[in-house]
T-cell receptor, first 113, second 108 residues
Framework: EAGVAQSPRYKIIEKRQSVAFWCNPI?????LYWYQQILGQGPKLLIQFQNNGVVDDSQLPKDRFSAERLKGVDSTLKIQPAKLEDSAVYLCASSYDVKNIQYFGAGTRLSVL | KNEVEQSPQNLTAQEGEFITINCSYS?????LHWLQQHPGGGIVSLFM???GKKKHGRLIATINIQEKHSSLHITASHPRDSAVYIC??????????FGSGTKLNVKP
């Protein structure tokens, strides 16, 4: 069974630039999560999708972050414009449904200079 | 106020020792997760539990709903168990909150 795929693995940008991350969950998984993990901290949930609907985006900085999962399969997370404090690892995870364990992708490490 | 507190923050053990990592949370939850994160970032879900106890190999997770407390135990620890162990809780199967992790180093 293929795992959760994320790309790119690494991204370096300058502040005020835009960046997008892509996630392809495990086939058949209805629930998809995006997390931000700042160095030395635990992950923080940014947004949770159930199929193509948003379940929770209360911790997503909506002035600069956006995410979509148009066909209920893969998802993109965008930051526009990026700030220095956005430097972090962005993790995508999926689960069969909300009551099952999550499977994590390898993450995208973002450095904002 | 939703908080997840883990202890200890750092733990060093000798190979073979019995290890306990603790997690406390502040309000009622729908489920608690234990995750393992190795250097380089990969995260693996170890357990998801809402009551009682679960066991997988040398790992045991328990939860006490009344006391709002969970423990992760590792029996016969091994250097390959060295990782960061993270506790996370969710409310109504969304609203996930994560602890800051316990960094475990098992020495041979």
């Amino acid at each position: 069974e293929a795992g959760v795929a994320q790309s790119p693995r690494y991204k370096i940008i300058e502040k005020r630039q835009s960046v997008a991350f892509w996630c392809n969950p495990i086939s058949g998984h209805a629930t998809l999560y995006w997390y931000q993990q700042i160095l030395g901290q635990g992950p923080k949930l940014l947004i949770q999708f159930q199929n193509n609907g948003v379940v929770d985006d209360s911790q997503l900085p909506k002035d600069r972050f956006s995410a979509e999962r148009l066909k209920g399969v893969d998802s993109t997370l965008k930051i526009q414009p990026a700030k220095l404090e956005d430097s972090a690892v962005y993790l995508c995870a999926s689960s069969y449904d909300v009551k099952n364990i999550q499977y994590f992708g390898a993450g995208t490490r973002l450095s904002v200079l | 106020k939703n908080e997840v507190e883990q202890s200890p923050q750092n733990l060093t053990a000798q190979e073979g020792e019995f290890i306990t990592i603790n997690c406390s949370y502040s309000v009622g939850i729908s489920a608690l997760h234990w995750l393992q994160q190795h250097p380089g970032g990969g995260i693996v879900s170890l357990f998801m539990l809402s009551s009682g106890k679960k066991k997988h190999g040398r790992l045991i997770a328990t939860i006490n709903i009344q006391e709002k407390h969970s423990s992760l135990h590792i029996t016969a620890s091994h250097p390959r168990d060295s990782a960061v162990y993270i506790c996370a809780v969710n409310y109504n199967f969304n609203k996930f909150y994560f602890g800051s992790g316990t960094k475990l180093n098992v020495k041979p």
